[in-house]
């Protein structure tokens, strides 16, 4: 029987700030290698016996996912779009309907897309562990046997402290973040493990307990399901019924109320980059972690990391600290402090600082834009195209624009103009013209864009025609 894993990528990661951000959040970024969180985490569960996965996200990652995913040669069964963020608890709902229209029999393997597993036969082998319970009508999670007293984590009661890999145990119930006194004790006992957020069961299982647990709930998923339309390859869930269900995680949903509950212990490395701190165990040697341009100096148990080229940070006698360099935002904090970094972008946030929330990048489904220097009255931009991308067919009621081709050739239109522009040509595009900006060639077009006008934002966008249905 095989297992379609269905990944949950709709969260926004504030704790990893400056380079983890609502527009950009952590599992789409190359945190700890050249692929990201969550191409690892699809590639992961690959193979014989997997299905191809059901991605759950929201509208702002879509063209990220497919583009993510099309990298690493993996195909979706299904890319469902959640309206509104509602936690975990909906979107595994909206995910099991899903499959039960083609598989109501299945398996179901529900993962967070932003975790590190780096042994992935490990992993599976606690999924293959876990298989017969499964298919028995039990509600697998997994639970990572812990190495320290950790305060960040949900943990997993188990009902004796028998543990062993490869194995399922049965689970007494589900234990808050505890305190350090409390953790240290947990870990004393023996008989409590991570909370993972990991789970394995059959989809009649699981919506058996969505009924029992959550009526309401589950009226209002299968409507907005029912009410779903396609856009391009996704699957829109229907707003108006979504709108009803609660924001509410799976844990306090279901689980904590289920009888049929199972454990399976993984004792490998595993970690959900939840804070800096994390990043720095799972990236130091020798107690430093350094990346890009960064120089340590007689320094300790530190993280330096610079996400700008040409921009060099040095830390010189530092002991505890993480420093992270961003475009247009630096951090500074001490690692056992790290967990605070969300109060820093709630902080930043009632300034309306725009670094809050926004990534340097802004990723767009025919490539990516940023901005590099922003005046009175103008705004200076890199732009870079993907082969076979295109820009809307758009006006702008409030600005001109300048585009400078530095890399490429592309096929410009100003109105009843079309024009081919290649590296160390420009053209104008004056306010109000009706302009697009393709990329016909196979190799990315990098152009420089000068805006000029009183109002210079994003929102001053009209589209007459979209190849990515954003008309």
Not at 81 to 105: G, K, N, Q, V, W
Not at 130 to 155: M, Q, W
Not at 253 to 266: C, H, I, Q, S, T
Request: glycine share 8%.
């Amino acid at each position: 029987m095989t297992i379609t894993p269905v990944l949950l990528c709709g969260g926004s990661g504030t704790r990893l700030w400056p380079l983890s951000r609502k527009s950009y959040p952590k599992q789409f970024g190359p945190l700890l290698g050249n692929e990201s969180l969550f191409q690892g985490s699809a590639r992961r569960l690959t193979g014989p016996e997997y299905a191809p996965p059901v991605v759950v996200t929201s509208d702002d990652f879509r063209f990220i996912v497919t583009e993510q995913l099309s990298a690493v040669d993996i195909q979706p069964a299904a890319i469902l779009i959640e309206p509104e963020a509602r936690d975990t608890a909906p979107a595994i709902l909206a995910a099991a309907l899903f499959i039960a229209e083609s598989d109501p029999d299945g398996l179901m393997l529900v993962a967070p897309s932003d975790h590190v597993i780096p042994d992935a036969e490990a992993f599976n082998a606690a999924v293959a562990a876990g298989l017969n319970a499964a298919c028995s009508g039990k509600i697998v999670t997994f639970g990572i046997t812990p190495d320290r007293p950790e305060t960040g984590f949900g943990y997993l009661e188990l009902e004796s402290a028998e543990l062993g890999e490869a194995r399922t145990l049965a689970l007494k119930g589900f234990v808050e973040k505890p305190d350090a006194v409390r953790a240290a004790q947990m870990l004393a006992e023996g008989r409590y493990l991570w909370n993972a957020g990991i789970f394995l069961f059959s989809v009649a299982t699981i919506l058996e307990a969505f009924r029992s647990a959550q009526p309401e709930m589950t009226a209002a998923v299968r409507a907005s399901l029912d009410g779903a339309k396609r856009d391009l390859v996704f699957t829109r869930l229907d707003a108006a019924p979504w709108a009803r269900t609660q924001g509410i995680s799976i844990d306090y949903a279901v689980m904590e109320k289920a009888r049929n509950l199972a454990v399976v212990p993984y004792s490998g490395r595993w970690s959900d980059l939840g804070d800096w701190a994390a990043v720095w165990r799972e990236t130091q040697s020798r107690g430093l972690a350094l990346s890009g341009s960064a120089t340590a100096i007689d320094c300790t148990n530190t993280l330096l990391r610079s996400e700008v080229e040409g921009l060099e940070i040095v830390g010189i006698g530092l002991e505890d600290i993480v420093a992270v360099a961003m475009p247009d935002a630096v951090l500074v904090a001490h690692k056992s402090r790290t967990q605070e970094v969300k109060a820093a972008v709630a902080a930043l946030k009632s300034r309306n600082a725009r670094q809050a929330e926004s990534f340097p990048k802004d990723h767009r489904p025919w490539g990516w834009f940023e901005s590099l220097v922003i005046g009175d009255r103008f705004q200076v931009k890199r732009i870079v195209v993907k082969p076979g991308g295109a820009l809307s067919l758009q006006s702008h009621v409030h600005r001109a624009e300048h585009w400078i081709v530095v890399q490429g050739t592309a096929r410009v239109t100003v109105d009843a103009k079309v024009t081919m522009v290649s590296e160390n040509q420009s053209v104008y595009v004056p306010l109000g013209a009706i302009h697009r900006l393709e990329n016909p060639g196979k190799v990315p077009v990098v152009l420089i864009e000068v805006q000029t006008g009183s109002y210079l934002d994003e929102d001053d966008i009209v589209r007459y025609k979209d190849d990515y249905s954003r008309t």
